[in-house]
């Protein structure tokens, strides 16, 4: 069998999120209102950090427009999740009633396949939100901004990225092992909401758990710093990209060793 190139997937996954795309904008009252209504949850957020610093000048050390950068990293950082990996979602509800079983037989990589069957498009809400409030707290900050800056928040963004994305293939590959696997999914999408907050404002066992075991302080906080306090970053930070890509492949194998291990429903 010929070798399956990038270009051949790349070719393929246009096409696919072509009829996602038309099949959704078929539906644009629908559309229009989850946009909405997804904008409208971040600005409540926003909203929220705003009111806790009507109060309190800093927390742990942290300004006002430094939380909302961090707000606004880990919205762009959770969009290429939002947006190309939204289908993990419905992982478990086609491996219970046994349709996962038509992916097995494709001539293509099961995961690429998978995935590429939902773009989250109301997920570009969210990156416009994320975008405007990083640039707003940059400007505030009066931030350095020149190619070695941009280049380095895209570097950082891309690294982040690819930990949310890991942590959402982990949590829904675990349908493959365990029957009620929502809970999972449920629990590492409300520690992502950590995410936003410097990992600093929690306790030791905290900090390391959030590090070392479930690596939320990497969707924001660490590569956030490259940005905002470059003289106090620490040494495991620069290593964030070469984590992230490596919590990806794993991720990427645990997912695929539990689909590849798939029998359907035996019915």
Same mark, same amino acid.
């Given at each position: 069998?010929?070798?399956?190139? +990038?270009g051949?997937?790349?070719? +393929?996954y $246009?096409k696919? +999120?072509a009829?996602d795309i038309k099949s ?6 629908d559309?229009f209102i989850?946009?909405?209504?997804m904008?409208a949850?971040?600005?409540a !957020? ?7 610093f009507q ?6 050390g942290? =300004?006002y427009?430094e939380?909302i950068?961090?707000?606004?990293f880990?919205?762009?950082s959770?969009?290429?999740a939002?947006?190309l990996f939204? =289908?993990?979602w419905s992982l $478990?509800?086609?491996v219970?009633?046994?349709?996962? /079983?038509k ?9 690429f396949?998978?995935m590429s069957e939902?773009?989250?498009i109301?997920?570009l !809400?969210?990156? !416009? ?11 505030k900050?009066?931030l350095?901004f020149?190619v070695?800056?941009i280049?380095?928040?895209l570097v950082?963004?891309l690294?982040a ?7 959402l ?8 092992w365990?029957v009620n696997s929502?809970f999972v999914l449920?629990l590492?999408?409300t520690?992502?909401?950590?995410a ?5 404002i929690? !306790?030791?066992v905290l900090?390391?758990v959030?590090?070392?075991? /479930?690596p939320?302080?990497?969707?924001a906080?660490?590569p956030?710093?490259? /940005?905002l ?5 620490s040494?495991i930070v ?13 991720s ?10 798939y ?5």
């Amino acid at each position: 069998m010929k070798k399956k190139t +990038i270009g051949y997937y790349w070719r +393929i996954y $246009r096409k696919i +999120i072509a009829q996602d795309i038309k099949s959704k904008m078929s539906y644009r009252a629908d559309f229009f209102i989850s946009m909405i209504g997804m904008i409208a949850t971040n600005v409540a !957020g926003a909203i929220g950090f705003w009111l806790i610093f009507q109060n309190f000048p800093s927390v742990k050390g942290w =300004n006002y427009y430094e939380m909302i950068f961090f707000y606004g990293f880990s919205l762009i950082s959770a969009t290429p999740a939002q947006c190309l990996f939204d =289908n993990n979602w419905s992982l $478990r509800i086609q491996v219970y009633s046994g349709d996962f /079983i038509k992916y097995c037989f494709r001539p293509m990589n099961l995961f690429f396949y998978f995935m590429s069957e939902v773009f989250d498009i109301k997920g570009l !809400g969210q990156l !416009g939100f994320g975008i405007a409030a990083v640039a707003y707290a940059w400007v505030k900050l009066q931030l350095p901004f020149h190619v070695y800056s941009i280049a380095l928040l895209l570097v950082a963004v891309l690294s982040a990225s690819l930990f949310v994305i890991a942590l959402l293939n982990l949590a829904a590959s675990a349908c493959f092992w365990i029957v009620n696997s929502f809970f999972v999914l449920s629990l590492c999408n409300t520690l992502r909401d950590y995410a936003k907050y410097p990992v600093t404002i929690f !306790g030791p066992v905290l900090r390391v758990v959030f590090t070392f075991i /479930i690596p939320i302080a990497f969707m924001a906080y660490y590569p956030s710093q490259i /940005i905002l306090r470059p003289e106090s970053v620490s040494t495991i930070v620069w290593f964030t990209p070469v984590l992230g890509v490596a919590f990806f492949y794993l991720s990427y194998k645990v997912w695929m060793k539990g689909a590849m291990a798939y029998n359907g429903t035996g019915s």
